[in-house]
């Protein structure tokens, strides 16, 4: 099984140290792909939960009044998902620093739990 990379973020102000930290996994987004606008509400993403959902309600829109066939309107449709899922961790990391939270290192872990065993233990 190959190994994924964590990039691990913890509120700058936080007495805690880093229990309250945050793994995000680098590389594509499967449910950001599938779910789209559900899967920024998820993560409490509002804004890009509402920015996904307008522009998919506007691209399908413009699609309709030009009338593209059903194939185009799939490629499309494809296309706006396949983007959702490359950025979809990028935007997850965005929305961490703008809530005050910081890089604090890269781990990797062949699962979640390996990565965030490898930080708390102070092997990275």
Do not use: C
């Amino acid at each position: 099984m190959a190994r994924s990379i964590f990039t691990v973020h913890a509120r700058s102000w936080s007495p805690a140290g880093d229990g309250d930290a945050v793994f995000v996994r680098e590389g594509f987004s499967w449910p950001a792909f599938i779910f789209g606008p559900i899967w920024a509400l998820w993560f409490g993403m509002w804004k890009t939960a509402i920015l996904l959902l307008v522009l998919s309600i506007v691209v399908s829109g413009i699609l309709v009044v030009v009338g593209i066939t059903e194939a185009g309107e799939l490629a499309v449709t494809l296309a706006l998902q396949t983007l959702m899922g490359l950025w979809g961790n990028d935007w997850r990391r965005y929305v961490l620093v703008r809530s005050d939270y910081l890089e604090r290192a890269v781990v990797s872990g062949r699962k979640l739990a390996d990565a965030e065993h490898h930080y708390f233990a102070g092997t990275r």
